[in-house]
Structure formats: structure tokens, C-alpha cells
């Protein structure tokens, strides 16, 4: 049944629900199915196309148990084999204990571990310790077009009775397993500077006019200083100072440096301690400029003044930082920036997304029921990270539905999300699916 979901209609240009659906079907016949139709969207040629429909499923309805639900998604990012893969993406292919396709560890085998782990319990207890409910998508990949409206449109009938809410779309930061308390937000930015009506050969007209390139390079100069600090005022103001709690967890967090510059290929990182490091990559909000619209880019030379370019930068948030409120700061600080060049061209300031970041409490009973049942598991105390990146769907489940939320990853630190060869290690799976099973029994025992 994992093999059979990497074929290529799991791809976000046309979600096929094959096995998934008969896996759903098949683990219970009281069990309860729905394909929610979602909404249409209107693509730049002007066509209207359906989104995938968001499935939905119910195990039990005993009102004395806990209801926990799981939430997934089946889509991915795109993968061809000439990109660089040593497998097809999208044929489950396993070498020396790795499962290697697209969507292996983003997102589908913790969907499918979550399926099997009840369909384990339904087969050796015939009853499972909780309701279970799933709330699974296609189009994660994508920003999750209108879930928001879907949640808020379900939130008092199918999230009314749920108590918990479990997120596995994240990894571990090593090869310890963990539990995953916070995510950082996203506030994705344009800078559009447009000059000339038409782009400029360099020998003609350069020295006479002012380059839309130039004033462009200017700004994101003054965007962040060598040291990676961010020189938006507000931004870094805005950040909690880093605990001493913070700081002795991050010292006892299993995380080697070494192999970390290794795996991305770097003799130096920006900072020399593993604090600084976990620090730098969960709590603080980071900078990153992504890339230039409208620059000369191909191989070769071309002696060309661009009439418009747009450039791409990020911000990712950490709690107390609010979106609107960033997109304000840099807005004006840009357009104060711009003012001090006295250029002819014209800016403009955009802010495409932003997501929210996520913070939950690693003492809450739903996070001590998940450590019990990885020491059961595993043996082993896990740790306790945060993610760097945005997962939006838990801040929007948290902050529609009221629930809590606990993020309980399964795949490894090396699994290649969203690069080519992604892979989930059979024994993550096998060991994550009696995680889940597990998990389910501890959640039963809390008080309600």
C-alpha cells in the first residue's frame, strides 16, 4: 500500500487519493469518510480549475474517550529524475533500508504510518483507546489555498468534539527522536524598482542614466549586515530574550556541528556554538534574499541595463512578531532607504505571504504523554526542538479551533525534503507507526 502511493497522480497537478482512500475504507466499516469539495481557483490564463478535495475521516464516537485528530497531506513538491535523482521520484524504490521517492518523508509516509498504526491497534485490540478523526489535504505545497476558510467552516462540526490535534509534517534534528514545539513564521517580500520603459544597452547609456539594478542592490545592502544581524528597525526589538531554561535545553539537544557544516558543504558557519546555532535557527528572526526578477541570469554575457527588476527576500518571524505589523516595518524602512538614493525610478513593496509563527508549551500533558511514548518506543528521552521553518496549518488550527496542538515527527534529520532523493529510513517508519500506536494508548490516560 506505500508503494502504491508514489505514483504520479500524487502530484499537486492532480491528487488521486488511490490507496490512501482504500486504506481509509478498509480499516473499519463504522468508520466515517468524506471528500470535502474545496473551492475553485482562477489561474493566470484565465482557466478555472477545481483544488483537490480535503478528505476527512472518523474511528470511533465514544463520548467517555479523548478525540485526537491528525492532520496530513498528500501532495508534493515537484520531482523529475533529471534533476538529479538516482531513483524514479515517483516509484518507491528501497535501498539498504531507505524508502527513496517524492513526498517519502514530506508528507506521506507519516499520513500512512498514522492509517497503519490504527489499523494495528483495531488488529490486536479490536477497539482503539481514543476517537481518531483525520483531516488530511492536497495543497500544502502551495500555501494551503483556502484552508483557513475550511477550518473556520468546520471548526464546531468536525473539530467541535476534538480535544487534541497532532501535526507530524516535520522531522528530527538528528538521529535522536524528538518532539517539535514551535515554528518559525515567513513574511515574504517584493521589492519591485522600475526605471526606463525599456531595458538599455550598458555601452549607450550607461553613465547617463540611473539603473533600476543599482538603487535595487543599494536596498538589500541595507536590508542585513555581514553578520547576519537585521538592520530593520523594530525587528529584532520585538524578539524574547533567550532563557536560561532555553539555553540548558539547547546544551543537552543532541546536535553535532561538524556534521552539520558537512552535510551542506561549508568550512564556516556564522556562529561557533551549538547554543548560537539552535538559537539562530529557531528563536531569532532570520533574512534571507532569494533572488532578482528581471536580471540577466543565463550563462553567457549580455551587456544589458534592465528597465525592471524585482527582487525576493524573506523574513522568518518568532512569536511576538505579527505580520502586519513586519510588513509595515520594512515597508517604511525601504521607502525611507529609497528616498536617501534622490533616484528618478520608482520602488514598490510587497508582501505575498504571512504566515505566523507557532509556539506551544513542551510541559502541557499532550507533550509528556508524547515523551512517555517515545521512552516506550525508543528507549530514550527525546528532545525538544522547534523548527526554523513555517508550518502555517498549526498556528491556523490552533488559533480557529481553540485546540492544542502537538507536532510529533517521525522522519530523519537526512531525509531530503523538497531534494532530490528524498528518503524515509524503513526503520523511522516501521518504529514511528508503533510511536503513533503508542502515543494513542498514553493520550487515553490523560485527564480530560
Request: hydrophobic share 40%; net charge neutral.
Amino acid at each position: 500500500m506505500f508503494r502504491q502511493c508514489f505514483s504520479h497522480s500524487w502530484t499537486i497537478a492532480g491528487v488521486s487519493w488511490c490507496g490512501f482512500l482504500q486504506l481509509l475504507s478498509h480499516l473499519s466499516s463504522s468508520s466515517r469518510m468524506s471528500l470535502l469539495n474545496w473551492f475553485l481557483q482562477m489561474l493566470p490564463s484565465g482557466q478555472i480549475i477545481p483544488l483537490p478535495s480535503l478528505v476527512t475521516a472518523k474511528f470511533g464516537s465514544d463520548a467517555s474517550k479523548p478525540t485526537v485528530c491528525v492532520y496530513g497531506h498528500v501532495d508534493v513538491q515537484p520531482a523529475l529524475k533529471e534533476d538529479g535523482w538516482s531513483t524514479d521520484p515517483y516509484n518507491l524504490t528501497e535501498i539498504d533500508g531507505k524508502l527513496y521517492g517524492r513526498g517519502a518523508s514530506d508528507n506521506k509516509a507519516p499520513v500512512l504510518a498514522w492509517l497503519h498504526a490504527v489499523e494495528a491497534y483495531l488488529a490486536v485490540h479490536k477497539e482503539l483507546p481514543v476517537n481518531v478523526k483525520y483531516f488530511i489535504e492536497g495543497m500544502e505545497e502551495v500555501g494551503s489555498t483556502g484552508l483557513d476558510e475550511m477550518v473556520e467552516k468546520l471548526k464546531d462540526s468536525f473539530f467541535g468534539d476534538v480535544d487534541y490535534i497532532i501535526v507530524s509534517d516535520c522531522g528530527w534534528l538528528s538521529t535522536k527522536p524528538a518532539v517539535t514545539y514551535g515554528t518559525r513564521g515567513n513574511c515574504y517580500f517584493l521589492a519591485e524598482v522600475k526605471g526606463p520603459k525599456l531595458d538599455l544597452h550598458s555601452g549607450v547609456y550607461g553613465g547617463t542614466v540611473i539603473e533600476p539594478m543599482t538603487d535595487l542592490i543599494g536596498l538589500l545592502d541595507a536590508l542585513i549586515d555581514a553578520r547576519g544581524r537585521i538592520l530593520i528597525p523594530g525587528i529584532n526589538e520585538a524578539v524574547a530574550p533567550l532563557t536560561e531554561e532555553e539555553k540548558k535545553m539547547y546544551e543537552e539537544t543532541e546536535f553535532d556541528l561538524e556534521k552539520y557544516k558537512n552535510k551542506i558543504g561549508v568550512e564556516r558557519l556564522m556562529y561557533d556554538t551549538k547554543v548560537d546555532i539552535l538559537s539562530h535557527r529557531w528563536r531569532y528572526p532570520t533574512l534571507s534574499i532569494h533572488g532578482i526578477e528581471g536580471a540577466f541570469s543565463a550563462s553567457g554575457t549580455k551587456t544589458v541595463i534592465p528597465a525592471r527588476v524585482v527582487a525576493k527576500f524573506s523574513i522568518r518571524q518568532v512569536p511576538n512578531m505579527d505580520p502586519k505589523i513586519v510588513e509595515t516595518q520594512v515597508t517604511d524602512y525601504l521607502n525611507s532607504m529609497f528616498a536617501l538614493r534622490n533616484s528618478p525610478n520608482t520602488l514598490k513593496i510587497s508582501m505575498v505571504i504571512g504566515a505566523k509563527p507557532w509556539l506551544a508549551d513542551f510541559k502541557d500533558p499532550i507533550y509528556v504523554a508524547a515523551e512517555r511514548a517515545i521512552q516506550r518506543v525508543f528507549g530514550l528521552k527525546p528532545d525538544r526542538i522547534r523548527e526554523g521553518g513555517s508550518i502555517p496549518v498549526a498556528r491556523t488550527l490552533q488559533d480557529v479551533t481553540g485546540k492544542k496542538i502537538i507536532m510529533l515527527p517521525i522522519g530523519g534529520y537526512d531525509d531530503g525534503l523538497h531534494s532530490q532523493n528524498e528518503k524515509m529510513n524503513r526503520y523511522n517508519y516501521i518504529e514511528g507507526t508503533k510511536l503513533f500506536a503508542a502515543y494513542l494508548q498514553e493520550v487515553s490516560q490523560l485527564k480530560r
